[in-house]
């Protein structure tokens, strides 16, 4: 199967910044959808960000909306998520997630679309 992880969180004061990466175990050419979620203690998996394959196409939640940025470098197999001007409700455990196949933009924000998951990197952000 297809493995994904996830690496570069850590705790950070509030404004600061952090990115994010996910290395795929196969080849980025043929996961035609990524995406980033997070979820916190007692609540449902949020979603954050998802691009296209060729990563012209990008997608975000309104709550992070102008201040994180999704991309992708299919060479490097690696999907990214520049977070910027961080604050203590970004906190989260981070999880990656991908999709061989397109999924409709109207669906991009829900967790039951995506087919591969890595377990997830946490940030946490100090006040």
């Known amino acids: 199967q297809v493995q994904l992880v996830e690496s570069g969180g850590g705790l950070v004061q509030v404004g600061g910044s952090l990115r994010l990466s996910c290395l795929t175990s196969?080849?980025?050419?043929?996961?035609?959808?990524m995406g980033w979620f997070r979820q916190t203690p007692g609540r449902e998996r949020e979603f954050v960000a998802a691009?296209?394959?060729?990563?012209?196409?990008?997608f975000y939640d309104n709550s992070v909306k102008g201040r994180f940025t999704i991309s992708r470098d299919n060479a490097k197999n690696t999907m990214y998520l520049q977070m910027n001007n961080l604050t203590p409700e970004d906190t989260a455990t981070y999880y990656c997630?991908?999709?061989?196949?397109?999924?409709?933009?109207?669906?991009?924000?829900?967790?039951?679309?995506?087919?591969?998951w890595g377990q997830g990197t946490q940030v946490t952000v100090s006040s």
């Open positions: 997630a991908a999709k061989g196949g397109r999924i409709i933009q109207s669906a991009l924000s829900s967790p039951t679309q995506y087919s591969y």
């Open positions: 196969e080849s980025a050419y043929s996961l035609a959808t």
């Open positions: 691009i296209r394959s060729t990563g012209s196409n990008t």
